[in-house]
């Protein structure tokens, strides 16, 4: 700033009340995890073994199952409430809280024993990958001589040979791919080709990841394919210079850990295309500092996830993998119709993020169902499940009513306002950001932000932080050339301690 008029400091006695939506610390609290009635004693247990453990809330580490049990499943099973309608079992989860809370250890809960499985499982196929290679090794040796011999009968106008079995060694064994942390589309679509199951992303920082989807030139952008992948459709990714790669069902779980003041500020800036409304946020209060009593039992975690993994993939008529459905029960089928009503009611009166988010619950509590069911199956040992019976339905429900959806309107609270206040909402974040507490319109023009460029742009969100106690005008004296003085404005001290 190049003004900073000297005058007595200004507290918050001398403001009139500010609108809580603009102030960041104005956040509804979490809501309590009800983990006994929504995944039973047995994965209770264990949940809360393993936060206890990593130090970390119980919230992070069923994120972490959450999504990946979902990816786990993945395209080997589909929920299907009625004919027309299906859901994968993918679910993004976003975990929020301050560095020290301990989001990574809770998550590392989960991911350790799914790397354990993967090495498992790529051990298996590294000894296959050494069977095909000899098997390979003697298939170009008897496709060598099969050529030759093939050539000599043309050349003397004799019986054409039968290729031998041995020349074809069968398909290359692929290396199995359970989790990885950073990856280009490309590179995703060549693993999902090959690994029609699907996988799980697992990123330390998902905000890095969210805005790295713009970094192509000319406009390019890999949302398109992210937001097609969490519906499980179907992606033809295409780039110069490359095959092309069809993936006939995507199917990616996403789960990562994000700061609360970084999440604020993507909420702010970033335009509501459905991409963020697709994540389940998870902000708990931290953990007590507290010495486990008992290391978790990771061998059940792994015994799960291995049973997960093991469903195989469904096959149409031509021989292609496809999901086979797992259909909702009659009973659960009313529940969903109620459900679904409810969520109607819920959306009016709803508005930004929160309203898109609302939209997508009932295919979310589906989702949720599919995958309770089959943590329910791997601790029971019964025959896969083909059905999603009432009460995981209602257990599902529970879990959305009563945790996912007022999460959601903590964690999005800031994002889910009118379109009117979200100018407002981004002059506050670049107030914050730069720690005023005076400033004049120019020095926020000068920053060139989008919503905010531009004189007629600014002019809305001023008179909407003036009218809600945000800021105020106060005078500035003429410019050194006699000029008309700049339009100054003082910030509620509210603002920045919040």
């Known amino acids: 700033m190049t003004f900073q008029p000297h005058s007595p400091a200004i507290t918050p006695d001398d403001w009139p009340e500010a609108a809580p939506r603009f102030l960041s610390g104005a956040l509804p609290p979490p809501p309590e995890l009800p983990l006994e009635a929504v995944f039973g004693p047995v994965w209770a247990r264990w949940i809360r073994k393993a936060a206890e453990a990593k130090s970390a809330p119980p919230d992070y580490v069923m994120a972490g199952l959450l999504a990946t049990a979902g990816a786990a499943i993945g395209n080997s099973r589909w929920v299907s409430p009625w004919a027309g309608w299906s859901e994968p079992p993918i679910i993004w989860t976003m975990l929020i809280g301050a560095p020290s809370s301990n989001k990574s250890p809770g998550l590392d809960a989960v991911l350790g024993p799914l790397r354990a499985v993967e090495r498992g499982k790529r051990k298996t196929a ?8 000899d098997r390979a090794e003697i298939a170009k040796l008897a496709d060598s001589g099969w050529r030759e ?61 969210l805005m790295s989807m713009t970094r192509y030139a000319g406009g390019g952008s890999d ?30 779980g996403v789960t990562g850990s994000i700061q609360p003041d970084r999440l604020r500020s993507l909420l702010i800036k970033t335009d509501d295309d459905g991409l963020l409304a697709r994540f389940l946020p998870i902000w708990p209060q931290p ?20 049973r997960l993994h093991g469903v195989e993939v469904g096959q149409d008529e031509h021989g292609n993998p496809r999901p086979l459905l797992v259909t909702f029960s009659e009973e659960a089928r009313d529940l969903m119709d109620a459900f679904r009503q409810k969520v109607r009611h819920l959306e009016d009166g709803t508005e930004g993020l929160l309203l898109s988010f609302s939209g997508k619950l009932p295919g979310l509590t589906a ?27 209602k257990r599902a429900v529970q879990f959305v009513e009563g945790y996912v959806i007022p999460m959601a309107r903590r964690a999005y609270a800031d994002a889910s306002v009118p379109e009117s206040d979200r100018g407002a909402l981004r002059l506050v974040e670049t107030i914050i950001e730069h720690g005023w507490t005076r400033f004049a319109s ?56 919040a």
């Open 126 to 133: 590294e000894a296959d990958l050494d069977a095909w290679c």
């Open 149 to 209: 011999a093939t050539k000599a009968a043309l050349k003397e106008g004799a019986e054409l040979p039968e290729k031998p079995p041995e020349a074809d060694p069968g398909a290359k064994p692929v290396m199995p791919c359970l989790v990885l942390a950073d990856c280009t589309v490309e590179r995703l679509a060549v693993l999902l080709e090959s690994q029609p199951r699907g996988t799980l992303v697992a990123r330390d920082e998902l905000s890095g990841w």
């Open 223 to 252: 949302r398109p394919f992210w937001l097609e992948a969490y519906g499980g459709r179907s992606y033809r990714v295409e780039r110069m210079g490359r095959d092309p790669v069809h993936i006939d069902h995507l199917s990616l």
């Open 287 to 306: 953990a007590p500092i507290k010495r486990p009593d008992a290391a978790p039992d990771e061998e059940f975690a792994q015994t799960a996830l291995t």
């Open 367 to 393: 989702r949720i169902a599919l995958v309770l069911t089959h943590l329910d199956w791997v601790t029971d040992g019964s025959d896969a499940p083909c059905l999603i019976d009432a009460d995981a339905f």
């Open 442 to 497: 120019r020095d926020v023009l000068r920053l060139n932000r989008r919503g905010l460029a531009t004189s007629g742009e600014l002019a809305q969100p001023l008179k909407i932080l003036i009218l809600n106690g945000i800021i105020r005008p106060i005078s500035a004296p003429p410019g050194p050339l006699g000029g008309r003085p700049a339009k100054m404005f003082a910030v509620n001290p509210l603002v920045i301690a």
